[in-house]
C-alpha cells in the first residue's frame, strides 16, 4: 500500500466505468490504498489490464451490468450490502456524442440520457437508501466543463453533464442533514483510450496534428492524465474533504477562466 496524506471515508467503493481510463485510474490508485472496490461496467478490462495494475481480485471485483436497467443496478447492489457498508459511490460512466441541436438524432439523444443521466439516477436511487440508513455516505459524480461552458458539437453530451451538475447539488442539499456529502469533478480533455480511439477513426490521416490540436486547447498545452483525475476523486472521498459538498470541482488546465 501507497501511503496518503488522506484517509478515505470509507474502505467501500462502487464505481461505474471503471474498467478503462478514468475509472480504471480510479480503481488503481483506490485499490493502492486499501479500498475494497465494487466495478459496475458492460464489460470486464483484459486480464492483462488487471494483471498490469496488479489489482487484487479478492478486493477488486468487476460486475458486468448494464447501469441504465434499474433492475440490474438494484440487484446488484443489494447483494454487494449484504456484504458490507454502501460507503462510497462514483459515478463515471459516461458516453460521450459529436452534434449540435438540429444533427442530433432522437436515438442519440436518448441513448446520451439513458447512459449519463438515467444511469446515474440508477445507481444513486439504489445506494442512497443504505447511506441514510447509514447516516454516512459519499455520492462523487463525473460531470465535465461542458456542464458549465458552450462547447462546439456537444449539445447532448453537455445537456447530460449540466443534468449531473443540477443532480449533484440537488443530493448534496436534501440529504446532508443524514450525513451524505455528494460533488462532483468537472474535467477538460483527458487523454484516454477513447480520445486515441476518437482520433483514429475520424482522423486516421492526421493523427498526430489532431492530438497536438486537442492537447493545446487547453492553456496548459496538454490534456489531463487519468491519474490526475483519480487523484481529485480520492481526495474529495477522504476524511480530510469532510467540510465540502454540494461543489463542483473543474480541473481543466485553465480551460474555463484562462484565455489562451
Same mark, same amino acid.
Given at each position: 500500500?501507497?501511503?496518503?496524506?488522506?484517509?478515505?471515508?470509507?474502505?467501500?467503493?462502487?464505481?461505474?466505468?471503471?474498467?478503462?481510463?478514468?475509472?480504471?485510474?480510479?480503481?488503481?490508485?483506490?485499490?493502492?490504498?486499501?479500498?475494497?472496490?465494487?466495478?459496475?461496467?458492460?464489460?470486464?478490462?483484459?486480464?492483462?489490464?488487471?494483471?498490469?495494475?496488479?489489482?487484487?481480485?479478492?478486493?477488486?471485483?468487476?460486475?458486468?451490468?448494464?447501469?441504465?436497467?434499474?433492475?440490474?443496478?438494484?440487484?446488484?447492489?443489494?447483494?454487494?450490502?449484504? +456484504?458490507?457498508?454502501? %460507503? $462510497?459511490?462514483? &459515478?463515471? =460512466?459516461? *458516453? @460521450?456524442?459529436?452534434?449540435?441541436?438540429?444533427?442530433?438524432?432522437?436515438?442519440?439523444?436518448?441513448?446520451?440520457?439513458?447512459?449519463?443521466?438515467?444511469?446515474?439516477?440508477?445507481?444513486?436511487?439504489?445506494?442512497?437508501?443504505?447511506?441514510? +440508513?447509514?447516516?454516512? %455516505? $459519499?455520492?462523487? &459524480?463525473? =460531470?465535465? *466543463? @461542458?456542464?458549465?461552458?458552450?462547447?462546439?458539437?456537444?449539445?447532448?453530451?453537455?445537456?447530460?453533464?449540466?443534468?449531473?451538475?443540477?443532480?449533484?447539488?440537488?443530493?448534496?442539499?436534501?440529504?446532508?442533514?443524514?450525513?451524505?456529502?455528494?460533488?462532483?469533478?468537472?474535467?477538460?480533455?483527458?487523454?484516454?483510450?477513447?480520445?486515441?480511439?476518437?482520433?483514429?477513426?475520424?482522423?486516421?490521416?492526421?493523427?498526430?496534428?489532431?492530438?497536438?490540436?486537442?492537447?493545446?486547447?487547453?492553456?496548459?498545452?496538454?490534456?489531463?492524465?487519468?491519474?490526475?483525475?483519480?487523484?481529485?476523486?480520492?481526495?474529495?472521498?477522504?476524511?480530510?474533504?469532510?467540510?465540502?459538498?454540494?461543489?463542483?470541482?473543474?480541473?481543466?488546465?485553465?480551460?474555463?477562466?484562462?484565455?489562451?
Amino acid at each position: 500500500m501507497h501511503s496518503s496524506p488522506f484517509t478515505l471515508s470509507s474502505p467501500y467503493l462502487i464505481i461505474t466505468g471503471g474498467a478503462s481510463g478514468i475509472g480504471l485510474a480510479i480503481v488503481d490508485l483506490f485499490h493502492k490504498q486499501g479500498a475494497i472496490i465494487d466495478v459496475f461496467d458492460l464489460k470486464k478490462p483484459s486480464e492483462e489490464d488487471i494483471n498490469a495494475l496488479g489489482l487484487d481480485k479478492t478486493k477488486v471485483h468487476f460486475h458486468e451490468v448494464d447501469i441504465t436497467s434499474q433492475q440490474q443496478v438494484n440487484e446488484l447492489v443489494s447483494v454487494i450490502a449484504k +456484504e458490507h457498508e454502501i %460507503g $462510497i459511490l462514483i &459515478n463515471n =460512466a459516461g *458516453i @460521450a456524442h459529436i452534434g449540435n441541436a438540429l444533427n442530433t438524432s432522437e436515438e442519440d439523444f436518448q441513448r446520451i440520457f439513458n447512459v449519463n443521466v438515467k444511469g446515474a439516477y440508477n445507481c444513486i436511487h439504489a445506494c442512497l437508501p443504505y447511506m441514510v +440508513e447509514q447516516k454516512t %455516505g $459519499i455520492v462523487l &459524480n463525473m =460531470a465535465s *466543463i @461542458a456542464a458549465t461552458v458552450g462547447i462546439p458539437d456537444r449539445f447532448a453530451y453537455s445537456m447530460s453533464k449540466g443534468a449531473i451538475l443540477s443532480m449533484t447539488l440537488s443530493i448534496a442539499r436534501d440529504f446532508i442533514k443524514q450525513g451524505i456529502r455528494c460533488n462532483c469533478i468537472s474535467p477538460a480533455r483527458v487523454h484516454t483510450p477513447f480520445v486515441d480511439g476518437f482520433i483514429e477513426k475520424h482522423y486516421p490521416d492526421k493523427q498526430q496534428e489532431m492530438f497536438e490540436k486537442l492537447s493545446a486547447s487547453q492553456p496548459i498545452g496538454r490534456m489531463a492524465k487519468p491519474n490526475e483525475i483519480a487523484s481529485l476523486a480520492f481526495y474529495l472521498c477522504s476524511e480530510q474533504a469532510a467540510f465540502i459538498t454540494g461543489t463542483d470541482y473543474t480541473i481543466d488546465g485553465g480551460f474555463t477562466r484562462i484565455n489562451n
